[in-house]
């Protein structure tokens, strides 16, 4: 079971990523050879590091500060997308990809018609624990009820299935916001 919702992460990563390099395509942006290195570098570590149970976190970290990189070449103003990593990372390890989906996400419903986009992401490590949060502004993307929603549930279940127990999670919509936490 775990092997299928890794599986079906993948497609749903690499479809998203390349909306981003399209839509830069087609602005003619001189940004797009770095987004189709950064995407090189993220399926990189999609393909050779995840096939591992467990990847140091800190390799983790910077596979998320890669896709938000990429992210950040595709919309106009990135001035409030931001991500705070709090704590010591030395050899900690974690379950590869628990969080992009929910990143993802942020990105793509996180702007509204106006092309203002507000992502927060903040990571607080300490020894034995990480808190993970990402709030976002819910945009004016509507929702395809039938191709959504599966790579957020897809991590809702990993995290069952590999922390059963040891995990807390709320996601939640207030004021114009979608929080996951």
Do not use: W
């Amino acid at each position: 079971e775990l092997e299928i919702l890794k599986n079906q992460l993948n497609p749903h990563f690499l479809f998203n990523s390349l909306n981003s390099i399209y839509s830069l395509t087609v602005k003619k942006s001189n940004d797009a050879p770095e987004a189709v290195i950064t995407l090189s570098e993220l399926l990189r570590y999609m393909l050779y590091q995840t096939n591992n149970e467990f990847v140091l976190l800190k390799q983790e970290l910077e596979y998320i500060e890669n896709y938000i990189k990429l992210q950040r070449l595709r919309i106009v103003n990135s001035e409030n997308v931001r991500i705070n990593i709090r704590g010591h990372v030395s050899g900690q390890k974690i379950r590869p990809l628990l969080f992009i989906s929910y990143i993802e996400n942020a990105f793509k419903y996180g702007t509204n018609f106006n092309g203002y986009t507000e992502v927060k992401i903040n990571i607080d490590i300490n020894e034995s624990n990480l808190e993970f949060k990402c709030v976002n502004i819910i945009g004016g993307s509507k929702t395809d009820k039938k191709d959504s929603g599966i790579g957020m549930q897809n991590t809702n279940d990993r995290l069952t299935l590999l922390y059963k127990d040891k995990h807390s999670i709320n996601i939640i919509e207030e004021e114009n916001k979608f929080i996951v936490h």
